[in-house]
């Protein structure tokens, strides 16, 4: 499981999955002595953790004493317990949103000062297909044909006191109609944009490191 938490990827995965070990700048075995998360930089492997470290780890990073992390990955002997506690510390909320392509172009729309995707969250009992196309509508008044999964992502955020885990599931998607294509300005949608590759690629540099995945499992799948 990955899930993105203040824009680090975090990856959960159990110990008996096959690890290329020379991706990661640095290795700490918690049997052989303690992570000091506040010190970690680039991208990690935590060996042999379980939900005691990763608990650790999260009351460091929400103090925001982690300043040079990029990725970390932990793995762990029970992965079930361990994705069960970790989704215990949040209220879940399930989402949807789109690839949307016309012409060989993919439309992004910017807020909150980044570039994003169309997507949101879904209505009691709408399923996460149907939740796709409508938020994507919505959101940039055009009329689209849903594709093919690309994959789905995770992130956490606050909201009113709240902890929030957010699972967005994500669809290539063709547009039918944008002649009167608008931002949706009531969800805080400043401007909406056709790009090339070349021109997504550098608007990703302004992104969210989720909506970066996202690009990444589609061109992979391609």
């Known amino acids: 499981m990955k899930i993105f938490i203040q824009d680090i990827p975090v990856n959960i995965v159990s110990k008996n999955e096959l690890i290329d070990t020379s991706h990661f700048d640095s290795i700490v075995d918690c049997k052989q002595s303690e992570p000091d998360f506040s010190t970690l930089r680039d991208v990690v492997l935590i060996q042999n953790a379980d939900k005691k470290r990763l608990d650790i780890f999260l009351r460091i990073l929400k103090q925001n004493k982690i300043k040079k992390l990029e990725e970390i990955t932990f793995c762990v002997d029970d992965y079930n317990k361990v994705i069960k506690f970790f989704k215990s510390k949040y209220d879940i909320i399930k989402a949807a949103g789109g690839l949307v392509f016309k012409d060989g172009e993919v439309l992004m729309i910017f807020r909150l000062k980044k570039w994003d995707l169309p997507k949101g969250k879904l209505e009691s009992g709408e399923k996460s297909k149907a939740g796709a196309i409508r938020e994507v509508e919505e959101e940039c ?26 699972k967005t ?16 300005v ?15 690629y550098q608007a990703l540099y302004n992104s969210y490191a989720s909506i970066r995945q996202v690009f990444r499992s589609y061109y992979d799948m391609n």
């Open 141 to 166: 008044n055009i009329k689209v044909e849903l594709g093919k999964k690309i994959c789905a992502t995770w992130h956490t955020y606050k909201r009113n006191g709240k902890r929030i885990l957010k």
């Open 169 to 184: 599931n994500w669809y290539t998607m063709h547009c039918l109609d944008d002649s009167e294509m608008k931002p949706q």
């Open 186 to 200: 009531e969800e805080n949608i400043e401007k909406l944009k056709w790009m090339s590759d070349r021109e997504a």
